[in-house]
């Protein structure tokens, strides 16, 4: 890198000068109308571009999720495009409310081809563009600013020139114009060129035209472009013929704002792409986008209820996959592994459970439900080394209906954490699971349960209990009494000299998750020195599972 960047690189330099700014206090209300270019602009970006049943597959998961404009491809680029856009026709794949769009830069064969590709489609955008920032004018063309306005205004006329031959068969045509770059060109020259092509194809606020100004490469942050989108709807001529386009790229990592920030600028119309799929750094992301809005309560007008299916289409067609960490859609999105984002998920997940559903989302950590867009509660919390107690807890509970007591789990918690950082990877329910099995049920030495009989008179509870001790398993016996079976056979262990314990907590469920009926028992037990230990057991019969338990609290201490 350079020691000194400023003799290299200069700030950006044709930010417009706008006065009395209006976006900043605006907030958005409605979705725009939204335009697809993953069948365009994604696929031009793609090492092996898709071929026609590829697309024909992205092509249709796009008409399910509810675009009504969807840029399908370059059709006088390649056979491939062409004839992927005779098959939309010919065989009827094109709903009757979807425009089809297509690409075409403003020279006479391929306008021509491009026409072609069209004839007999119900409706179809036909998008012209030629690049106008300085240095595509100085590097590329080699032309003066008067020569590229000649360049759009002669496609601009190539193209009105044939579009009999599409509305003489009934199609319905809307024409779109970008200056490709224009985030780079001086807004006047943008305006300029703009309205020369807007002088050929005459819109009219009956019949708009579109006037897409992308941000074909980011240089700026997304207030820079916000400007220019205001600078344009405000300075632009009969700006009620127009439909004002948004296309950000996102090489600066801010496709999503500076589209977010344009359109409270005045814009009516976005394109994008699903997840971003786009030349070098992507396109705009629409599925964020589009989900940003909802997160605000208000309808996206694009359905994202079984994204998983639509990731699926996507990394089929594409080839390219959906990174853990996109917004909404990766893997790792509705995931929380520290612990107190895990307890604080859980607790805001309770909350709503007790509410019924029926308050405004307000979960920590998680922007929407997840089963909005067809994620599980159950992928929200997973546990590694970093997770808490909580996280242990939840998955335990949500997985096999064990509701540890929170003393319990203060305890637990650390014992899992510790085997999961040896382990050195996530664990799932079922490992945990295993773990507090070991721990906790399995424990049987050195006491472990033979026959345990009560009998009671007057209020008295008697116990006669067989144990095996140690690891030759001797046999041994008790007797004791209380005022339960429990203290009974607590009072049995210290009569007998064996061990000398109180019980300092107690809470027993069934297991919902068992087949057998079983029940759980949870007991803390707090030894004659002081020291405190949970245990617990499972059986068919309660008495037994608590027996159980002070066992296992009992080989814990020991
Ligand atoms: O990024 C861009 O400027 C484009 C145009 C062709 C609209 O894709
Ligand atoms: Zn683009």
């Not at 690189?9 to 907030?27: C, E, G, I, N, V």
């Not at 805001?348 to 909005?372: C, F, M, S």
């Amino acid at each position: 890198m350079q020691n000194d960047p400023s003799k290299k690189y200069q700030p950006f330099q044709h930010a417009p000068k706008l006065t009395d700014r209006q976006w900043p206090s605006r907030t958005l209300t409605q979705a725009p109308r939204w335009a697809s270019v993953d069948l365009r602009d994604g696929n031009q970006a793609l090492a092996v571009p898709m071929n026609i049943s590829q697309k024909l597959e992205l092509f249709q998961a796009l008409v399910k999720i509810g675009f009504k404009e969807i840029e399908v491809g370059f059709p006088s680029a390649s056979n491939t495009e062409f004839a992927f856009n005779r098959l939309l026709i010919e065989k009827g794949h094109a709903p009757d409310d979807v425009w089809l769009q297509v690409l075409v830069q403003a020279r006479e064969d391929l306008i021509e081809r491009t026409v072609e590709s069209l004839i007999g489609a119900k409706k179809v955008i036909i998008h012209m563009y030629n690049s106008t920032s300085p240095a595509q004018r100085r590097v590329v063309f080699g032309k003066s600013k008067d020569e590229i306005k000649a360049i759009a205004v002669k496609g601009a006329q190539m193209i009105k020139d044939r579009l009999h031959r599409l509305t003489a068969g009934g199609t319905e045509v809307m024409l779109q114009y970008s200056p490709e770059s224009f985030s780079m060109t001086e807004v006047e020259y943008a305006k300029e060129i703009s309205e020369a092509v807007m002088d050929v194809w005459q819109p009219t606020p009956q019949r708009k035209m579109i006037l897409n100004l992308p941000d074909t490469v980011e240089v700026a942050m997304p207030n820079v472009y916000a400007d220019q989108i205001e600078w344009m709807c405000k300075n632009i001529k009969n700006r009620d013929s127009l439909i004002i386009s948004l296309h950000t790229h996102n090489d600066r990592s801010t496709g999503v704002a500076a589209t977010e920030l344009g359109m409270l600028a005045g814009a009516d119309r976005v394109e994008g792409t699903l997840f971003g799929n786009g030349e070098r750094t992507g396109n705009l992301d629409i599925v964020t986008v589009a989900l940003n809005l909802y997160m605000h309560g208000i309808d996206p007008k694009l359905d994202f209820s079984n994204l998983g299916a639509i990731i699926d289409v996507y990394e089929r067609s594409t080839g390219m996959t959906v990174p853990p960490r996109q917004p909404y859609a990766g893997e790792l999105v509705f995931t929380a592994f520290s612990g107190s984002h895990q307890d604080a998920i859980k607790k805001g997940l309770a909350e709503r459970d007790q509410n019924g559903g029926k308050a405004h989302w307000d979960v920590p950590y998680l922007t929407i439900d997840p089963t909005d867009i067809g994620r599980k509660y159950q992928e929200v919390i997973r546990v590694n080394s970093q997770s808490g107690k909580g996280g242990v807890a939840y998955l335990l509970e949500s997985e096999f209906g064990i509701e540890l007591p929170k003393d319990f789990q203060r305890e637990f918690g650390p014992i899992a954490n510790d085997a999961v950082d040896k382990l050195g990877r996530e664990v799932s329910g079922a490992e945990l699971k295993a773990m507090f099995w070991k721990e906790y049920i399995e424990r049987e030495t050195p006491w472990k349960r033979g026959v345990f009989e009560t009998s009671s008179k007057n209020g008295i509870v008697n116990c006669t209990a067989a144990l095996f001790y140690g690891a030759q398993q001797v046999q041994r016996s008790l007797t004791g009494s209380g005022n339960g079976p429990l203290a009974a056979f607590v009072n049995g262990f210290k009569t007998a000299g064996y061990a000398d314990f109180e019980i300092t907590n107690y809470s027993e469920h069934a297991l919902s998750s068992s087949e057998s009926a079983e029940a759980i028992a949870y007991i803390q037990i707090k030894s004659a020195d002081g020291q405190s230990r949970w245990g617990a057991g499972v059986d068919t019969n309660i008495e037994l599972a608590s027996v159980k338990a002070v066992l296992s609290a009992l080989n814990r201490l020991t």
